[in-house]
């Protein structure tokens, strides 16, 4: 069983930083792309910014130059660093990972349970 879980919310005041993880656990064949979601309390989830594998990223224009994402390979673990928040930013973060659990398996959706990122003062 592949599990991802999402640590680093809290709360923070406008203009501060959080730095998210996402950690795969579990048996996995290989990890293609990965990215962070954000759902915002009545409102659709939405995309922030995603990663392949080889590094390759993209982001949604509400954290361009403010946002940066990463991850390392051989932990199996992403990471969202978000500078200058504002409370725009407030929502449950969720963390997205393509899994493939066996070489001659599908590549799957998993994704984390979230964690909370407040921006208030």
């Known amino acids: 069983q592949v599990q991802l879980v999402e640590s680093g919310g809290g709360l923070v005041q406008p203009g501060g930083s959080l730095r998210l993880s996402c950690a795969a656990s579990?048996?996995?064949?290989?990890?293609?792309?990965m990215g962070w979601y954000r759902q915002a309390p009545g409102k659709q989830r939405e995309l922030v910014a995603t990663i392949t594998s080889v590094g390759t990223t993209n982001y949604a224009d509400s954290g361009k130059g403010r946002f940066t994402i990463s991850r390392d390979n051989a932990k199996n673990t992403m990471y969202l660093q978000m500078n200058n928040l504002n409370p725009e930013d407030t929502a449950v973060y969720y963390c997205?990972?393509?899994?493939?659990?066996?070489?001659?398996?599908?590549?799957?959706?998993?994704w984390g349970q979230g964690t909370q990122v407040t921006v208030s003062s």
């Open positions: 579990g048996r996995a064949y290989s990890i293609g792309t």
């Open positions: 997205n990972a393509r899994i493939k659990r066996l070489s001659f398996g599908p590549e799957n959706d998993y």
